[in-house]
């Protein structure tokens, strides 16, 4: 006998017909806990967020910080055998925290902390349209220490591609050797590129993940507004984030398909390797991977990647025991970085023992926030360190065996 329960009317409101399903599906088997990288650490267990929706537990539910420390890296979606992403849920229940704060009904003392550093994100996005408050100049520092600046690199309309370069990579001193390197195979290879500068805003990703939909669409109508001034045929990125943003949130949130290419930089470097457009000089080392949650898991990227990997003479590439869809996250999404920062060296340290545990001495991934995520918890993890494990991203290593 089935037993419909009454929901909270705010509940109500936002629990629409599709997660009303996921709640049917769920029949607790835990198999999304034992995936999650947040469950081990905390008391976050994702499946029973669907039975507090369901039950209309709406003041509990809210005043709960694990809301908050999920970092979307769909691996419960990916465990679960009744294809239960939870996420999508996640983020809508944020958006009513974020209603439900302005009429204090938040109480937990870190869930009000991590909120109000929320909150200096979402107002450093909306004031500046980066995650870093910097003065939209900034975006280009990066260009500065590259040997040559390509003519034309700086809002040059009629390009046939705009590399859109993220707030990671155009703001975090440390990332800016991810878009010199991948200017410097762009120009290597001929391509006729450019960046939009201080033009390019945040994708929108923190905001949506925060559940900030309606802000979110803001910044997603002005950048595709840009790159359609710009006349370009494809858009490409090195953050898989953006691309995710771009490829699969743009066309649902805006209304409408986009009227050029999305590409992450792993496709077009696997094109131009096969292509013969870059010569890669030999590569003396072993290689391991780590897939990028948004690109990865959330946008099925798995083989661009480990195409480019494979064509790199002399390399030895190997797999981690978690990969592909089963890969770990690095701790880096979610926002979890600015809710709850102590959370995510203790993640990227479950990744890197699955690195270490290759015997590789480079490990490679394909996002500047996974590379900065686990560069920065490889240099306080012991098996790391006796390693010497290196990380870089794919771009990197790249550009550093360019004939």
């Given at each position: ?21 996921l709640i049917n599906r769920c029949y607790a088997c835990s198999k999304c806990t034992a995936g999650c990288p947040i469950a081990r650490l905390t008391d976050l267990r994702p499946a029973q ?134 200017t410097t195979i762009l120009t290597s290879a001929h391509a006729d590129f450019t960046v939009l500068g201080g033009e390019e805003w945040c994708c929108g990703y923190p905001l949506l993940a925060a559940g900030q939909r309606e802000r979110a669409r803001e910044l997603m109508a002005h950048n595709v507004a840009q790159i359609k001034a710009m006349g ?172």
């Open positions: 006998m089935s037993i419909t329960l009454s929901l909270d009317p705010t509940l109500r409101d936002f629990v629409n017909a599709q997660s009303q399903q967020f669907l039975q507090m929706v369901e039950f209309g537990m709406t003041d509990a539910l809210l005043n709960n910080p694990t809301v908050w420390r999920c970092l979307g890296c769909d691996l419960c979606g990916a465990r679960c055998p009744n294809d239960v992403h939870i996420g999508d849920m996640l983020v809508a229940i944020r958006q009513l925290a974020w209603e439900e704060s302005n009429r204090a009904r938040l109480t937990d003392p870190a869930l009000v902390q991590g909120m109000q550093r929320l909150g200096a994100l979402r107002d450093n996005i909306g004031s500046a349209h980066n995650i870093t408050g910097d003065a939209a100049t900034n975006r280009v520092l990066w260009t500065q220490n590259l040997e040559r600046v390509p003519e034309g690199l700086l809002n040059r309309a009629g390009a046939e591609i705009v590399y859109f370069v993220g707030c990671v990579g155009s703001l975090f001193p440390q990332s800016y050797r991810i878009p010199q390197a991948f370009a045929r494809t858009l490409v990125t090195t953050c898989p984030s953006c691309y995710h943003m771009w490829h699969h949130e743009y066309p649902a949130l805006l209304g409408e398909p986009l009227p050029f290419e999305v590409k992450h930089s792993t496709h077009l470097l696997a094109g131009l390797l096969q292509e013969g457009a870059l010569k890669l000089n030999a590569f003396e080392g072993t290689i391991t991977y780590h897939d990028p949650c948004d690109l990865g898991r959330k946008s099925g990227v798995f083989d661009a990647p480990r195409a480019v990997l494979t064509n790199i003479p002399g390399a030895r590439f190997v797999e981690m025991t978690h990969f592909g869809k089963n890969a770990m996250c690095c701790g880096g999404g979610g926002n979890l970085e600015t809710f709850d920062p102590p959370l995510v060296p203790q993640v990227a340290s479950e990744r890197l023992n699955d690195a270490v545990g290759t015997g590789a001495n480079i490990l490679v991934s394909a996002c500047q926030q996974c590379e900065r995520t686990l560069m920065g918890a490889a240099r306080k993890h012991e098996g790391a360190r006796k390693a010497r494990l290196k990380v870089m991203d794919l771009v990197e290593l790249v550009s550093q065996q360019l004939a």
